[in-house]
T-cell receptor, first 116, second 116 residues
Framework: NAGVMQNPRHLVRRRGQEARLRCSPMKGHSHVYWYRQLPEEGLKFMVYLQKENIIDESGMPKERFSAEFPKEGPSILRIQQVVRGDSAAYFC??????????????FGDGTRLSIL | AQSVTQLGSHVSVSEGALVLLRCNYSSSVPPYLFWYVQYPNQGLQLLLKYTSAATLVKGINGFEAEFKKSETSFHLTKPSAHMSDAAEYFCAVSGVTQGGSEKLVFGKGTKLTVNP
């Protein structure tokens, strides 16, 4: 499967713990977007990264959330000291360049995060 | 700023009937418009996209959408619904933002039910 791979598919954490969500883009893609989907809501943009660079983090909460896309390995979305309101589905999308609309973003199957 | 409004959070049709899912957008720049479909516990799959070429766009699974600038609309249609079309449908708009990012702005989605 050469698609966008996200893991884990489901993640359960207790309040105050840390959550790490991983995303491996499609082969040949070097641009990654993270989105969050709350119940009964559409997807909301969080952050856009290229290898080793955060390009646009205008959708990221100011505290507890961070993202990286290292030179080697997957992109990581990290949520520290999780709270109940962080429960959501988190989706990663990748594109070969800056989202050239002739080559739109391809989405992974998401990570469903549940906070106890 | 860009936004998307999907009229009707739930649409129910009979198998074989016309499917019409409504989407209106707001954009200060020429928009790129997309329709995605989401099946339960899965990611988003691109149905079709409008990128300023033909205003009538044909997508996968028999879906098509027409871009109407005067109405700022991009409604999704399919002449004859199939049971397998039951899913949630998202309309999205993008435009170049900082750093060349083309983050997607999504509507809240429309759940399509197909009755036998």
């Amino acid at each position: 499967n050469a698609g966008v791979m996200q893991n884990p598919r489901h993640l359960v954490r207790r309040r105050g713990q840390e959550a790490r969500l991983r995303c491996s883009p499609m082969k040949g893609h070097s641009h990654v977007y993270w989105y969050r989907q709350l119940p009964e809501e559409g997807l909301k943009f969080m952050v856009y990264l290229q290898k080793e660079n955060i390009i646009d983090e205008s959708g990221m909460p100011k505290e507890r959330f961070s993202a990286e896309f290292p030179k080697e390995g997957p992109s990581i979305l990290r949520i520290q000291q999780v709270v109940r309101g962080d429960s959501a589905a988190y989706f990663c999308a990748s594109s070969p360049n800056g989202g050239d609309s002739n080559q739109p973003q391809h989405f992974g199957d998401g990570t469903r995060l549940s906070i106890l | 700023a860009q936004s998307v409004t999907q009229l009707g959070s739930h649409v129910s049709v009979s198998e074989g009937a016309l499917v019409l899912l409504r989407c209106n957008y707001s954009s200060s720049v020429p928009p790129y418009l997309f329709w995605y479909v989401q099946y339960p516990n899965q990611g988003l799959q691109l149905l079709l996209k409008y990128t300023s070429a033909a205003t009538l766009v044909k997508g996968i699974n028999g879906f098509e959408a027409e871009f109407k600038k005067s109405e700022t609309s991009f409604h999704l249609t399919k002449p004859s619904a199939h049971m397998s079309d039951a899913a949630e449908y998202f309309c999205a708009v993008s435009g170049v933002t900082q750093g060349g990012s083309e983050k997607l702005v999504f509507g809240k989605g429309t759940k399509l039910t197909v009755n036998p």
